[in-house]
């Protein structure tokens, strides 16, 4: 298994800049992609953007496309989300996600989530 802690989460203004961390731990040879989702209470957990292990390709969810950038540290075992431009819209939870591979199986490992809020 995969052990995930976030950091660097806080209150910025709009327009602010955060830089949020995951620090992965354990059967890390085994991970082939990390994610950042985000949850705001009531709602479903959303996928933010993610990030291709090996060859750091890279997704992002539409809204953040321009404003957030995922990188990957291998020789750290870490992961990054750096976040232009806030928007209060941006308040939420945000999760590191690692997926694992295990045979034929893929297994979802979560972080306990770190809290972005986005207020004048």
């Known amino acids: 298994q995969v052990h995930l802690v976030e950091s660097g989460g806080g209150l910025v203004q709009p327009g602010g800049s955060l830089r949020l961390s995951c620090a992965a731990s354990?059967?890390?040879?085994?991970?082939?992609?990390m994610a950042w989702y985000r949850q705001v209470p009531g709602n479903e957990r959303e996928f933010v953007a993610a990030?291709?292990?090996?060859?750091?390709?890279?997704n992002y969810e539409d809204s953040v496309k321009g404003r957030f950038t995922i990188t990957r540290d291998n020789a750290k075992d870490m992961v990054h989300l750096q976040m232009n431009g806030l928007k209060p819209e941006d308040t939420a939870v945000y999760f590191c996600?690692?997926?694992?591979?295990?045979?034929?199986?893929?297994?979802?490992?979560w972080g306990l989530g770190t809290q972005v809020t986005v207020s004048s």
């Open positions: 990030i291709v292990r090996s060859d750091g390709r890279t």
């Open positions: 996600n690692a997926k694992l591979e295990d045979g034929f199986d893929v297994i979802d490992s």
């Open positions: 354990g059967n890390i040879a085994s991970i082939y992609l």
